[in-house]
């Protein structure tokens, strides 16, 4: 069930025998493409670990312990995407942190959808959370110049970037986009050519332990 704005996240468990150690946000799409849901998972790195307040490795270190550990649940973004070489062919991917899109660089980037709110390492979207049953939205104005550019990103360190006004955040259960060929760059796995995206939100698609 999703979270309700200021209530209570996760619920104290008995820790299972065993869990699948993933190490990071696309190792968690990747388990949840792979239909394995019924196997126990921590993780260990990403912006789901950062986001959930896991540092490293001690998620899983203590395997012998008998203390109680934290079930929660997490949403992940359904993405189906076209590029430039196949328009009529529509792909599906799965994407856990965030994704953003970009026309060279990651200066260059004009949008990022999260359902982590982190994008590597930066609080990009303060308002996300991994189970809130929305993706986060930032749309960045084209004519924005580089150095506001790079003192937004400066600043994103602590999530004061926002409110901007060459930048607009909100708040979507799905979101369509559609322009010139761009690299899409999901869980930090880059996708070429990319001209068509729908993102939509796939509540409570997987459990984490921690």
Not at 101 to 109: G, N, R, V
Request: aromatic content about 8%.
């Amino acid at each position: 069930m999703t979270i309700r704005k200021l209530g209570p996240y996760g619920v104290p468990v008995p820790r299972p025998t065993k869990l699948i150690v993933l190490h990071s946000d696309s190792e968690i799409a990747q388990q949840f493409k792979s239909g394995t849901l019924s196997e126990p998972c921590t993780v260990t790195k990403g912006s789901i670990a950062q986001s959930l307040g896991i540092d490293g490795q001690h998620s899983y270190k203590d395997s012998n312990s008998v203390l109680p550990v934290t079930l929660v649940q997490i949403d992940l973004l359904q993405i189906e995407y076209r590029t430039e070489f196949s328009k009529d062919s529509v792909i599906r991917t799965y994407v856990a942190g965030s994704l953003s899109l970009q026309h060279h660089t990651p200066f260059s980037t004009f949008l990022i959808l999260s359902n982590s709110g982190i994008l590597r390492g930066r609080d990009v979207l303060p308002r996300a959370h991994p189970n809130d049953g929305f993706a986060d939205v930032l749309e960045i104005d084209a004519a924005i110049n580089m150095r506001q550019r790079a003192l937004a990103w400066h600043r994103s360190k602590t999530g004061s970037h926002l409110p901007h006004p060459q930048c607009k955040a909100s708040r979507s259960v799905e979101y369509q986009w559609s322009g010139r060929s761009s690299n899409m760059i999901a869980d930090g796995v880059t996708h070429k050519g990319v001209v068509w995206l729908n993102c939509k939100v796939l509540p409570d698609a997987m459990s984490i332990y921690f």
